[in-house]
């Protein structure tokens, strides 16, 4: 099993800049991509940005240039950096580590932080 804790949410002015982290423990080696999701209230799940183990990023159009992603392999963690935040950014942030079981690959997700962008 896997398992993703997410911190760094909070409530931010429009313009400003929060940070996300999130830490997988468990079956780490089962991981290969990490990602964020966000959902708002009343739309579905969206990517918001993916990193494999290599270093290869994947952004949504809506935050390229403003938010990056990274990855720490040796502390299983990966980070969403957010610069120039939007009232649109509003949303649950969710970490995604799909794992290997062996046959298939399987969606892991963390509990979610709260992004709240006052304009």
């Known amino acids: 099993q896997v398992q993703l804790v997410e911190s760094g949410g909070g409530l931010v002015q429009a313009g400003g800049s929060l940070r996300l982290s999130c830490v997988a423990s468990?079956?780490?080696?089962?991981?290969?991509?990490m990602g964020w999701y966000r959902q708002a209230p009343g739309k579905q799940r969206e990517l918001v940005a993916s990193?494999?183990?290599?270093?290869?990023?994947v952004y949504a159009d809506s935050v390229k240039g403003r938010f990056t992603i990274s990855r720490d392999n040796a502390k299983n963690s990966v980070n969403l950096q957010m610069h120039s935040l939007k009232p649109e950014d509003t949303a649950v942030y969710y970490c995604?580590?799909?794992?290997?079981?062996?046959?298939?690959?399987?969606?892991?997700w963390g509990q979610g932080t709260l992004v709240t962008v006052s304009s």
């Open positions: 468990g079956r780490t080696s089962s991981i290969s991509t």
């Open positions: 990193i494999t183990s290599v270093g290869t990023t």
């Open positions: 995604n580590a799909p794992r290997w079981d062996g046959y298939r690959w399987l969606e892991v």
